[in-house]
Nanobody
Framework: QVQLVESGGGLVQTGGSLRLSCTGS????????MGWFRQVPGKEREFVGA????????YNTDFVEDRFIISRDNAENTVYLQMNMLKPEDSAVYYC????????????????WGQGTEVTVSS
């Protein structure tokens, strides 16, 4: 059974940092690109960034502004999203997703999704 489990969300003050983790099981993690998305109620899911099978992260340049770093540890079947200099507008539920073919900003590229972890940034 395929699972993606996110963790690391929580409440943080403006300017603070959080590191989200996403651990996969039930599929060959190292053969998949991994993406991070976020969603607030009433809005569409928004691409945060992604990382290919061998690395090489890409980010949504609209808001990441060099504040976020995506990395992966294939030995641990885990992808990370390090978020620094957090702002209230970063508050959302953050989802990780796995894509067998290619990663990108289109949610339709992804085959598997986690349940999400909530991030709240207080002002």
């Amino acid at each position: 059974q395929v699972q993606l489990v996110e963790s690391g969300g929580g409440l943080v003050q403006t300017g603070g940092s959080l590191r989200l983790s996403c651990t996969g099981s039930g599929f060959k993690f190292s053969w998949y690109g991994m993406g991070w998305f976020r969603q607030v109620p009433g809005k569409e899911r928004e691409f945060v960034g992604a990382i290919g099978m061998r690395g090489g992260p890409t980010y949504n340049t609209d808001f990441v502004e060099d504040r976020f770093i995506i990395s992966r540890d294939n030995a641990e079947n885990t992808v990370y999203l390090q978020m620094n200099m957090l702002k209230p507008e970063d508050s959302a539920v953050y989802y990780c997703a796995a894509a067998q073919l290619t990663v990108g900003n289109n949610a339709g590229l992804y085959d598997y999704w986690g349940q999400g972890t909530e991030v709240t940034v207080s002002s």
